[in-house]
């Protein structure tokens, strides 16, 4: 008897959950169910900003998939993803080819820079494991260096971010927590270190409440971050970025850029032939592409759009959870001869971090919350993901429990 083989590709909030629902709705040996990641763990993309700032050691954001996933009931392939034929149902690795009845597309996001000179060479991103511990080393390098240099070049202690959305208000809020360190540690004042947030619009973190903004931004400019808004970067080179603000240039010197403005859907599904909208899938209510009846999308590789809004969710980490619980479902849906239903999001709220036991957020039936109980809420959630992925175990071993400082 032919046993359905699920593919599930990348381990990211929504593949790794897809993963292990399916694991829980069916028995062994009732189905294959294979996943494929690049690396032999998963992790907490929303935690990247903490390990980049040095917050927070990076084996603490990283979970090893062998501790999440049944090997009775998954295969787990290490290798990296190069292209999918879905016309004859497989998936092409560096090292193998694999065959499917269901494949699972989860490959995440990746950078991009809108065409802007020198970002791809010269500025860093929140992106993975590795590129937040470089991050990390490189500020760290440039604190180390700054009394070596013949001539002190405050260009070191510059440190611009480009972007003032999720990703460079957390990062800049977990970076002004590590400076008081930092410059004690390589005996630097701390007033000659500088982090400089380049906003393109007219407001940071956009679709906020504009009173949440305002505090996010009162809260960050009062332990030392500096805004410049309606300023869209033009250049990086490797000692400054350049960019333009009510028509004239200006330039900051700087050896340190994180860009933090712009990512899309991996690469490999346009590429694979797939319909797309800006990279993305469009997906049909159920989470499947609109040509293949086989493959399903999760998180940043979906397009799914709110028929109330007519604009799509944002990509979070929130709705590729909720995602996963549906693909997972309508597997064993298809696999049974059952109809899918379709996937309904539903918002829990969404929380903003600025450094410690600092953020903003909405929760509750659209509740505004702030400060420390904010902060509180933000580590519940963090923890609730925790406990669905792998249990009062996986809580207590990379959970969050630093309420009070």
Not at 138 to 165: P, Q, S, T
Request: aromatic share 8%; glycine share 8%; proline share 3%.
């Amino acid at each position: 008897m032919h046993k359905p083989h699920v593919v599930i590709i990348g381990a990211g909030y929504g593949g790794i959950m897809t993963t292990v629902k399916l694991q829980k709705l069916f028995g062994k040996g009732q189905i294959r169910i294979t996943l494929v990641n690049k690396e032999d763990y998963h992790y907490q993309t929303t935690w990247l900003h903490e390990n980049a700032a040095g917050t927070l050691h990076h084996d603490r954001t990283r979970i090893p998939i062998k501790e999440v996933v049944n090997k009775d009931k998954v295969d787990f392939i290490l290798d990296t993803v190069v292209s999918i034929n879905p016309e004859e149902k497989k998936v092409k690795l560096e090292n193998s080819e694999l065959e499917y009845d269901m494949l699972v597309i989860g490959l995440g996001f990746e950078k991009t820079t809108f065409g802007i000179p020198g970002i791809d060479e010269h500025a860093f991103s929140i992106e993975s494991i590795n590129s937040a511990r470089l991050i990390r080393e490189h500020l760290e390098y440039n604190f180390a260096n700054y009394h070596y240099d013949k001539e002190k070049d405050n260009a070191r202690l510059n440190i611009v971010i480009g972007g003032g959305g999720f990703t460079g208000m957390e990062f800049a809020g977990e970076l002004i927590n590590r400076i008081p360190e930092l410059s004690a540690e390589y005996d630097i004042e701390k007033a000659l270190v500088r982090i400089i947030i380049l906003e393109a619009s007219s407001t940071v973190l956009q679709g906020f409440d504009p009173q949440l903004i305002e505090y996010a931004m009162t809260s960050l400019e009062s332990r030392g971050v500096e805004f410049v808004t309606n300023a869209a970067i033009k250049e990086c080179t490797s000692d400054s970025v350049i960019y333009e603000k009510d028509g004239k240039k200006c330039e900051i010197p700087t050896k340190t850029v994180i860009w933090s403005a712009g990512v899309q859907a991996n690469g490999i599904v346009e590429q694979s032939g797939f319909e797309t909208n800006r990279g993305k899938v469009e997906v049909r209510t159920d989470l499947r592409t609109p040509e293949f009846d086989d493959v399903f999308v999760v998180g940043d590789c979906a397009m799914v759009v709110d028929k109330e809004t007519n604009r799509a969710f944002p990509p979070t980490a929130q709705i590729a959870i909720q995602q996963s619980s549906v693909i997972a479902q309508n597997i064993k849906a298809l696999i049974e001869g059952k109809a899918t239903e379709p996937f309904k999001a539903k918002s829990l709220g969404t929380v903003a971090s600025l450094g410690h036991d600092d953020a903003i957020g909405v929760v509750l039936n659209n509740r505004k919350v702030f400060g420390w109980k904010a902060s509180v809420m933000k580590k519940i959630i963090d923890n609730r993901y925790l406990f669905k992925l792998g249990g009062f175990g996986l809580v207590m071993k990379k959970g969050k429990f630093n309420f009070f400082y």
